[in-house]
């Protein structure tokens, strides 16, 4: 008799189909969403330092590095949502 269960069959094989699934969407979203608000970010940081010049320089890089950042976050936010839809433990 074979006592190895299958973990990718039955209800949990499906759970898990249906779980990546809504891991990779959301986590494609997030990305996504990410992805505009950094290019934004920045495009505004430009603009703001070319307008004014030196003297709105750091409010430009300002709003360039968070917009940088938020990026960096959803990215981060996103992998560990696609990690937990694939089931992933301890992902590195």
Do not use: C, F, H, Y
């Not at 006592?3 to 898990?16: E, I, L, M, T």
């Not at 494609?28 to 969403?33: A, F, M, S």
């Not at 495009?43 to 030196?54: D, H, Q, Y």
């Not at 960096?72 to 996103?78: D, E, L, N, T």
Request: aromatic share 2%; charged share 15%.
């Amino acid at each position: 008799m074979n006592n190895n269960k299958n973990s990718n069959s039955g209800v949990a094989g499906a759970g898990k189909t249906v779980t990546s699934t809504l891991g990779n969407t959301v986590g494609g979203l997030t990305n996504t969403v990410g992805g505009v608000v950094g290019a934004a970010s920045r495009g505004i940081g430009e603009t703001v330092t070319g307008a004014t010049g030196g003297i709105g320089k750091p409010l430009g890089d300002g709003i360039a590095n968070i917009g940088t950042g938020l990026e960096g976050g959803a990215a981060s936010v996103s992998k560990g949502v696609k990690d937990a839809g694939e089931w992933k433990t301890n992902p590195k």
